[in-house]
């Protein structure tokens, strides 16, 4: 009985002791969660921050359109196993999820002064009927805006009608399109020179990216509205 105080004051001075070494290891150690506290507490000036993620506009694109311009941005077909995509304000008009992509040529008309989509098709460029398409493009209204994009093959059916019509559309290189070239363009009915939105990428056994397929094409850019459409 006569031992149950000093025991008592051991066992507290132990205590205290211990309690004051875990506390000073917690404080002072490099990189525990108490050295952090009094980061939190720093000033901006002396704190490092993360540096900030780069901002995304309208699909996708690296800075925001100028008034009255419409933001997009396309991709060609990548050989024949990944399809095209087209996105224009923000919205999807093709692609494989939508599951209104094709072999060949897949083409979206635009209003060209509301932005809102008219209609969207693929045509089978290997296989299909030129006629299809020809149909399609030959009635297009003053200002309508056409966005293509090639998968696998876009030229085998191509006539000396198709390739007008589009360099009609503002195409440079519609006249020159082969097997299986890759070429993504952005065109309007009416316009009175040749687009600024265009690529194309000859297929070549010595230059292709795939086994008998160029590399696919990727463009993005803001097209002007049109001021009317008739």
Known sequence: MRLAGPLRIVALILTVGLTWIVISTLLGG??????RIPQLFASPENSVTAEPRARKYKCGLP???????LAFRMVSGAANVIGPKICLEDKMLMSSVKDNVGRGLNIALVNGVSGELIEARAFDMWAGDVNDLLKFIRPLHEGTLVFVASYDDPATKMNEETRRLFSELGSRNAKELAFRDSWVFVGAKGVQDKSPFEQHVKN???TNKYEGWPEA???????PRRSTVS
Do not use: I, T
């Not at 490099?30 to 050295?35: N, R, Y």
């Not at 094409?217 to 097209?223: I, N, R």
């Open 217 to 223: 094409l990727e463009m993005e850019g803001c097209v």
């Open 63 to 69: 800075q925001p359109c100028p008034e009255e311009h």
């Open 30 to 35: 490099p990189g525990s969660a108490f050295s």
């Open 204 to 206: 070549s056994k010595h």
